[in-house]
Nanobody
C-alpha cells in the first residue's frame, strides 16, 4: 500500500528555516517522482500550489519561482524519505504542505495529468506558519 507521511511543520518567524520530511512506503523513492505542494489559508484543495519535485534522475530538481533559491529538495534512500529544506521563510509561505506522488517518472509541476489519476497519493499534510 502506498503511503506518504509528512512531518516537520511548525511556527517560525520570518527569515527562519524549517525542514519537512516525507516518509514514503509502498515503493522506493528511487522509483518515481515525489512532489511537494502547499495549500494556503482560505484556498481550496484545487488551488494547491506545486512547490518542488525530485525525480529518480536526481540531478535536476524542480522548484516553483516563489521558492527557488530558498527551498531545497533531497531524498534519503536509506530512510526512503524526501526532505524539503525551507530557508529564509516569509509570511507568504504559510500553508499546509503536502507530499504527493502520481507514481510517474516525471514531475507534474501542478499540471493535470489524467493518465495518472488512479495512482495519485497525497499525504495528510503538515502545517507551516511563518509570523512577521
Amino acid at each position: 500500500q502506498v503511503r506518504l507521511v509528512e512531518s516537520g511543520g511548525g511556527l517560525v518567524q520570518t527569515g527562519e528555516s524549517l525542514r519537512l520530511s516525507c516518509e514514503v512506503s509502498g515503493f522506493s523513492v528511487d522509483d518515481y517522482a515525489i512532489e511537494w505542494y502547499r495549500q494556503a489559508p482560505g484556498k481550496e484543495r484545487a488551488e494547491r500550489e506545486a512547490v518542488s519535485c525530485i525525480t529518480y534522475f536526481d540531478d535536476d530538481p524542480w522548484y516553483a519561482v516563489p521558492v527557488n533559491g530558498r527551498f531545497y529538495i533531497s531524498r534519503d534512500r536509506a530512510k526512503n524519505t524526501v526532505t524539503l529544506e525551507m530557508n529564509s521563510l516569509r509570511p507568504e509561505d504559510t500553508a499546509t504542505y503536502y507530499c504527493f506522488t502520481e507514481r510517474a517518472r516525471s514531475c507534474g509541476r501542478g499540471q493535470s495529468r489524467p493518465a495518472y489519476a488512479s495512482t495519485r497519493t497525497w499525504g495528510q499534510g503538515t502545517q507551516v506558519t511563518v509570523s512577521s
